[in-house]
């Protein structure tokens, strides 16, 4: 079990799938994307943003909205596919994509014909070298028809947005999926060739209890999942008008947060699943729980990843790119974005420019929440020892040399270490979610 210290947990912090987090965004230069796009070399990755869902859940922090309109959906597909030729137009030609996430949202929001129509696209303009593609999908709204289509695009890896099983706590975030429904888009998904499937899993949701987790993590179990990422709800209704719609008075305490934070963990890594990061998990014979053992697991804007590339480019609204002194974020605004696209011009004019001291920093956060450690520099290690020393202390985490290193049992205040060697968390009083 791990141990519960309140005063460690106190200060909400970024969940740092990048750094700096997209909280210390600002004007970014004009041409930045650009540049940085036109100077990517080597292995680049793709990551294409659907903002639409069939139903909008009350948790969700996304930028998405509702599917119902088509003339919405197909103007911003028309945009999409010009943002594709222009992007692919910047890129040198030593640059080679080899790998293609679809994210939303949910991009079975789409119709199959639309997603076709994106992957040809895809083909069209960019130099392939047998990707690796990925998608996540919304049970409710994936159709048979969708079976042969993620097949014939060769989709291995799909992520479902299954969160509970309990139907009380699925009527409480509005987002109602029997077990049924869950178990049919599971055979959908394997007869399609999927050999990577995720399981997203939420605790701290409304009037969920420990006994309504074990179950949800028993039905993961027995459905085969090969990877399970198991999220903390967020409650930021300051951030998320939507969340309003869940009875704050409903959710569980940080007591019983962290209690099921440590149920998960111990269910799953008693039951076959390897610990990757801290809070997911993957079945051994996974491409995460390899890049985990042999020390080569990343975190990017899509979380934990066995993906190497250091260039990341988004495209669709609000979409993020990173690239290595780079971080650029797609206009947030639907209609903005849709006529910056439409004349052949990329809108990502918000981010940050990455200082050396900001990668600096970004390869310690990253070390600490990726292999629970890393090596300080002396300027580092003087800056921050005082900071330390409660999570030494408390034996959450210890100092060999300038080696510092987060112990099992502090595994659930990875994200607050990390926070530690945060430069703009000493300036901004920015509000984040629960560190656990």
């Keep these: 079990m791990w141990t519960y210290h309140p005063e460690l947990l106190a200060t909400p912090v970024p969940r740092y799938t990048s750094y700096p987090t997209a909280a210390d965004f600002g004007p970014l230069p004009e041409g930045a994307i650009e540049r940085a796009i036109a100077g990517a070399d080597g292995d680049v990755s793709l990551y294409l943003h659907i903002p639409f869902c069939e139903k909008i859940c009350y948790y969700c922090g996304c930028n998405t909205g509702a599917s119902g309109k088509v003339a919405r959906v197909e103007s911003y597909l028309a945009a999409l596919h010009q943002e594709i030729a222009t992007v692919a137009s910047l890129l040198p030609p030593s640059a080679r994509v080899r790998r293609i996430a679809f994210g939303g949202g949910s991009p079975n929001a789409i119709s199959t014909a639309e997603c076709m129509a994106l992957v040809d696209a895809l083909h069209a303009h960019f130099p392939l070298f047998a990707p690796q593609w990925s998608i996540e999908l919304d049970p409710r709204s994936l159709t048979a028809d969708w079976g042969p289509i993620l097949h014939d695009v060769g989709i291995t890896r799909a992520s479902m947005g299954v969160q509970t099983f309990a139907n009380h706590c699925q009527k409480a975030i509005g987002r109602e999926q029997s077990l049924t429904m869950i178990c049919r888009s599971v055979d959908l998904l394997r007869h399609a060739g999927v050999t990577s499937l995720n399981f997203d899993l939420m605790y701290g949701l409304p009037h969920q209890t420990e006994g ?183 034996g959450l985490a210890n100092l060999d040399g300038n080696t510092l290193r987060i112990a099992p049992g502090g595994l659930p205040y990875a994200r607050v270490v990390a926070s530690l060697f945060d430069s703009y968390r000493q300036v901004t009083q920015r509000k984040f979610s629960s560190a656990i």
């Design 212 to 394: 309504d987790l074990e179950d949800s993590l028993e039905y993961t179990r027995k459905l085969g999942a090969d990877r399970v990422a198991v999220f903390g709800y967020a409650h930021v209704p300051h951030l998320v008008p939507r969340q309003t719609m869940i009875p704050e008075h409903a959710l569980p305490g940080p007591v019983a947060r962290f209690l099921m934070a440590s149920q998960a963990h111990q269910f799953l890594t008693a039951n076959g699943y390897d610990a990757i990061g801290f809070d997911h998990f993957a079945l051994p014979h996974d491409p995460m729980a390899r890049a985990t053992r042999d020390g080569s697991l990343r975190r990017n804007f899509q979380g934990f990843t066995d993906d190497p590339s250091e260039v990341l480019i988004g495209m669709g609204l609000s979409a993020i790119s990173g690239f290595p002194g780079l971080l650029a974020q797609n206009d947030k605004h639907n209609g903005r974005y849709r006529t910056l696209s439409g004349e052949g011009r990329l809108s990502a004019n918000h981010g940050i420019v990455r200082s050396p001291q900001d990668r600096l920093r970004g390869d310690v956060i990253e070390a600490l929440l990726c292999r629970g450690e890393a090596e300080l520099s002396l300027c580092l290690l003087a800056e921050t020892r005082d900071r330390i020393a409660p999570f030494i202390a408390a």
